[in-house]
């Protein structure tokens, strides 16, 4: 029997090859960044690192040339800018011509309708009190843009750690997806 994979929108596939890349490395990590390169345009600039990168061995021989617009090549951003928070890291970002969309990985906690009531107004006593609170999820975003406008979040929650658990949407953080869209305008 044939097995049945999905085809996804480009942009998708690649932020969801990220989110296991990024989920690979468990729970209570940084902010993760990377920089999306059209897998055409990434061979024939680079086609020697192309083909080292590609899955099939080298006595097969090079695999065609992706199709352009077909596929996204991830480049993890090291070296970060300093910065406080993701707001003021993607406020700090401009991307040359060649990237032609960018993602973003964050882990957030995630609290029910209310929970932020009566809160202490100590920035550490309220920090504590929302790591405590007992209906709080803690989720990891990953969230990717391209130049043309696409734009796509994946969600995956800690107590539903697997793969085949990942929520998307386009419009599920559509501030970060904002700040990341406005990283790759001229």
């Known amino acids: 029997m044939t097995e049945i994979v999905p085809v996804h929108p480009p942009l998708l596939e690649c932020a969801l090859e990220a989110e296991k890349y990024v989920a690979a490395s468990g729970w209570d ?84 309708p209310g929970a932020e009531e009566g809160l202490p107004e100590d920035p550490a006593e309220a920090t504590k009190a929302l790591l405590e609170h007992p209906g709080r999820a803690d989720i990891r975003i990953l969230a990717a843009v391209s130049r043309d406008g696409d734009r796509v979040c994946l969600v995956r929650q800690r107590a539903h750690d697997s793969d085949d658990k990942v929520a998307s949407g386009e419009e599920i953080a559509p501030g970060l997806l904002d700040a990341l869209a406005a990283t790759l305008e001229d």
């Open 29 to 112: 990590q940084p902010l993760r960044l990377f920089a999306l390169v059209d897998a055409a345009d990434f061979a024939e600039a680079e086609p020697d690192l192309a083909r080292r990168l590609d899955d099939a061995p080298a006595e097969q021989g090079a695999t065609e040339a992706p199709e352009p617009g077909s596929a996204y090549v991830t480049i993890e951003q090291d070296d970060l800018p300093a910065h406080s928070d993701v707001e003021e890291l993607l406020a700090q970002l401009a991307w040359p011509p060649q990237v032609d969309g960018v993602a973003v990985a964050i882990e957030r906690i995630v609290l029910p």
